[in-house]
């Protein structure tokens, strides 16, 4: 048999459970919601959604929060406490979100320092609530904090900006002046990189990671910049005029308003056009956000008079991103010295040679959960045969093809596809995030002939992403032995105060340290060490005794969350964590608190010892929220005792920590409410990430 002879499309026999993600994920209209008046722009804050029809600010089922006229622009803080305004003179008003024509705050247009008044001419909030950026006429960009609306700092541009967004991770400012947009660095207060596009920018946005700028222009396009490098790695060119645009959660879709009637999804990692929404006349947004309390995701657009909300759940995960979280989860783990391995054995365990191979058979491991039995639904055919190289080609609807090595007198066989199983497949994932089959067996169950494809080793890792992700060994292995010292810490900490009898072995408390690598605002790679503590009291018949009472928040009387700060207090002040805490190192501190679903009946009196907090932000099922707690109006909800729980978290580490006294904290409060009661579910979690630790 000479040359390639071409054997006709077949479907093959697989014998194997269709896996539940679609191939071809798309999103689906799920409700909308009618206006009286025509909408005229959009703002919303996760699931908190707000519009303007000319007339005034309407929440999303048409009730009328305030009237305003000749209305420039508005925007929701992330938290939902409250919105700012810029009317058609420029000025800045601060509006509440639960209180019906409610003005906060007035922002003055001047100051002591600058002669005359200005105009505002755009403005933003911070992903995380504590920051408004304005931009006056002035080319300036001022920085408020949103507690009380003073004045942080002023950055001096070189003209007018028209358009701001800061970044997620409060890493940069973008600040659109025509076809230029400049990039500050937050946090070092200056220019970081100014970009130059053809035509005149009309919006940009950040990804969720940060990782991420896309910015539209009026030539029709959508330039994706990276904001390592801030170079552009890739532009969508459209033949009509672009205008909004939003990343969904993880980053691997962009939705955007295009020619003013139609919303395009496009799959930013092989760039092709997912789905266009069809009845969108008049859209004048798109924005893609979490449900309240639930992993679910919608898009939000609006038509004339109507706001729609698309069911994106269907959309196909980032699965680079899962990937890359599983491997790195368990190469830290790896790393680790088991008990009982002697250091010899440990060097001949982990060493870079076997770091790579692990890493890579982590990564096939981790590729092949994901894809589930993908032939199974990928409908494989057969396609070509070459006589020269004795190989079959299998094709996929979704992925590439593989080649098997087929003799000429068996090529016939493969015209009865009920002959054939595959099984044992293993996948890789490529650049596009899609998957590509490793490994696999093709039994012909006549014959009992095995037909093998192996390409492990052979293709390429791209999703790993090896030099973003890359650890120094030497590195893992410093904090594998620096966890082995806490874990010595912790046993102690906790035998000693068994015997003192404040605690016993219901009190656990678990630590962990690990290293992630990072980028910092300079697109320096960076490494960044994670030191977790966490306790919980197991038994609900010791919880008071040994954990916060009923309503209690008070952390000194909890001996459970009191020996969690001795191991705290120690490891950083007398243990190997101090070297990393030199003066201005930043740390952030996420300090869970949690409370358990025992109703508050009437109010719980406060007495003020951690300070007042007035529509404070804090993350609720990784939701951005807020909460008043005061002396005045005590606690009334199991939120606010969660919240008191992890203030007191705070309290100790500024007060009894002297390390961390000179070092820049940024603390997250996160906030847990179980839906069963009991003393067991009042536990208390820390988390402290030194930045560039190393």
């Known amino acids: 048999m000479l040359g390639k002879i ?19 994920a798309q999103v689906e209209e799920l409700r909308t919601y009618k206006a009286k008046r025509k909408i005229t722009s959009v703002s919303n804050a996760s699931y908190r959604v707000l519009y303007y029809n000319g007339k005034g600010i309407h929440t999303y089922n048409d009730n009328l929060l305030f009237e305003v006229e000749k209305m420039r622009e508005f925007a929701i803080i992330p938290s939902g406490a409250s919105l700012a305004v810029l009317d058609k003179k420029g000025r800045v008003v601060i509006y509440s979100c639960n209180e019906y024509n409610k003005v906060l705050h007035k922002i003055k247009n001047k100051r002591k320092d600058v002669k005359g008044k200005w105009e505002v001419n755009a403005l933003c909030y911070g992903a995380d609530a504590r920051n408004l950026i304005v931009a006056n006429s002035l080319s300036e960009i001022l920085v408020y904090d949103p507690r009380d609306y003073s004045l942080k700092y002023v950055l001096q541009g070189d003209s007018p900006a028209q358009f701001v967004r800061m970044s997620p991770d409060n890493y940069f400012i973008a600040a659109v002046r025509g076809k230029e947009i400049d990039i500050w660095n937050f946090d070092a207060r200056s220019m970081r990189k100014q970009l130059s596009v053809d035509g005149d920018v009309l919006y940009v946005a950040f990804s969720n990671d940060g990782s991420m700028m896309a910015s539209v222009d009026d030539t029709h396009r959508i330039t994706l910049w990276n904001t390592v490098s801030w170079e552009p790695v890739y532009t969508y060119a459209a033949e009509t005029s672009l205008s909004l645009s939003a990343f969904n959660a993880d980053d691997k879709y962009l939705a955007f308003v295009q020619g003013g009637d139609s919303i395009r999804v496009l799959n930013l990692r092989n760039q092709q056009i997912l789905q ?18 639930s992993d679910e995701q919608h898009l939000l657009t609006n038509r004339h008079n109507e706001l729609v909300y698309w069911n994106a759940n269907g959309l196909n995960p980032f699965y680079g991103k899962l990937l890359n979280q599983e491997v790195d989860q368990q190469m830290n783990e790896w790393v680790k010295m088991m008990q009982g391995e002697s250091l010899e054995e440990y060097q001949l365990r982990v060493n870079d040679e076997t770091r790579a191979r692990q890493q890579e058979l982590f990564s096939i491991e981790a590729a092949t959960r994901l894809a589930g039995d993908r032939i199974a639904i990928d409908n494989p055919f057969t396609r070509e045969y070459s006589a020269a190289t004795g190989l079959l080609a299998i094709g996929f609807e979704h992925m590439p093809d593989i080649e098997i090595p087929v003799g000429s007198s068996e090529v016939g066989d493969f015209n009865d596809p009920s002959n054939f199983f595959f099984s044992n497949a293993q996948y890789v994932l490529n650049d596009k995030d899609e998957f590509e089959i490793a490994y696999v067996e093709v039994l012909n169950e006549v014959s009992g002939k095995v037909y093998i494809y192996d390409n492990i080793g052979r293709l390429k890792l791209t999703a790993m992403e090896v030099d973003d992700h890359f650890i120094p060994l030497e590195v893992m292995q410093q904090v594998s032995q620096e966890g082995m010292k806490l874990e010595d810490l912790k046993q102690e900490v906790l035998e000693e105060n068994k015997q003192d009898k404040l605690i016993t072995d219901n009190t656990q408390i678990t630590v962990n340290t690990e290293v992630v690598a990072g980028v910092d605002a300079e697109g320096n790679r960076i490494l960044n060490y994670k030191i977790g503590y966490q306790y919980e009291v197991v038994n609900r018949a010791f919880s008071a005794n040994e954990d916060f009472p009923s309503g209690g928040y008070d952390i000194e009387k909890s001996n459970a969350a009191m020996s969690m700060m001795r191991i705290i207090r120690q490891s950083f002040q007398e243990g190997d964590f101090a070297k990393y805490l030199s003066e201005g190192k930043r740390v952030k501190v996420k300090i869970t608190g949690s409370a358990d679903a025992s109703p508050i009946r009437g109010r719980i009196a ?9 529509n404070e932000p804090y993350y609720s099922d990784g939701i951005l929220d807020n909460l008043t707690i005061t002396k005045a109006s005590g606690i009334t909800q199991n939120q606010q005792l969660a919240y008191l729980r992890a203030a007191g978290v705070q309290h100790m580490i500024e007060n009894h920590i002297t390390t961390l006294q000179d070092t820049r904290n940024e603390y997250d409060f996160y906030v847990e409410v179980a839906t069963e009661r009991g003393g067991e579910y009042r536990k208390i979690s820390v988390e402290f990430t030194i930045l560039d630790a190393f």
């Not at 071409?6 to 071809?24: D, E, H, K």
């Open 606 to 614: 406060y007495d003020g010892r951690y300070g007042d907090f007035v």
């Open 6 to 24: 071409t054997i006709q499309r077949i479907f093959l026999c697989l014998g194997m459970a269709v896996v539940s993600a679609s191939l071809s």
């Open 276 to 293: 266009t929404l069809p009845g969108n006349a008049g859209a004048v947004t798109c924005a893609f956000m979490k449900a309240n309390a």
